[in-house]
């Protein structure tokens, strides 16, 4: 079936610096790609709506600047956590839309960001 | 506002049992209600969804049963196994391209 691929699937990095995080469609082409955040024992919340060439949509409350998103292509869109805090330690989960195969939301594999 | 309301919380079922995890929303232009499965670690997995047009929609153990009067939708997993636990989230959107909005998760675990 279709794939998202996401990584990296941890990370762990000190207070200040960026992190990137990739979201790959596998074997089909996503104009759409949504960026979700969860904490532990919470339900998923989305962040932005990444589109394919062009701007991100961001979720009310989300800042822009903080998590920059880019969706350069149709199978890639990435997330980077930019100036990371220990606040912004949290999983990252991204989804994308197979149109051809039908209503199917495949979720990548999530990515667990740890800040120090 | 939540838009998507789940019950309960968590939930005990003896292996064999019959899991039944209920939903409510708010919006009558939600036309798409998924259910989704997560283990810990993993990102959710797409079990099975439903359109406002069908009242019910089984597939394996899984089903879905939807009451458009009532804003109201449940997922039922019959024969529920260990390898069942995990947790479940319903959720809603108005189109196939819109956002997703959650509901807050039901952690099942299954005696074995």
């Known amino acids: 079936g279709a794939v998202v691929s996401q990584h990296p699937s941890r990370v762990i990095c000190k207070s200040g610096t960026s992190v990137k995080i990739e979201c790959r469609s596998l074997d089909f082409q996503a104009t759409t790609m949504f960026w979700y955040r969860q904490f532990p024992k919470q339900s998923l919340m989305l962040m932005a709506t990444?589109?394919?060439?062009?701007?991100?949509?961001?979720e009310q409350g989300v800042e822009k600047d903080k998590f920059l998103i880019n969706h350069a292509s149709l199978t890639l869109s990435t997330l980077t956590v930019t100036s990371a805090h220990p606040e912004d330690s949290s999983f990252y989960i991204c989804?994308?839309?197979?149109?051809?195969?039908?209503?199917?939301?495949?979720f990548g594999s999530g990515t667990q960001l740890s800040v120090l | 506002q939540q838009q998507v309301k789940q019950s309960p919380q968590s939930l005990i079922v003896q292996k064999g049992g019959i899991s039944i995890i209920n939903c409510a929303y708010e919006n009558t232009a939600f036309d798409y209600f998924p259910w989704y499965q997560q283990f810990p670690g993993k990102g959710p997995a797409l079990l099975i969804a439903?359109?406002?047009?069908?009242s019910e929609k089984k597939e394996g153990r899984f089903t879905i049963s939807f009451n458009k009067s009532a804003k109201q939708f449940s997922l039922h997993i019959m024969d529920s196994q260990p390898g069942d636990s995990a947790t479940y989230f319903c959720a809603a959107s108005m189109n196939r391209d819109d956002k997703i909005i959650f509901g807050k998760g039901t952690r099942l675990h299954i005696l074995p």
């Open positions: 989804s994308a839309v197979d149109w051809v195969r039908g209503e199917k939301l495949f």
């Open positions: 439903i359109r406002p047009d069908v």
């Open positions: 990444s589109n394919e060439g062009s701007k991100a949509t961001y």
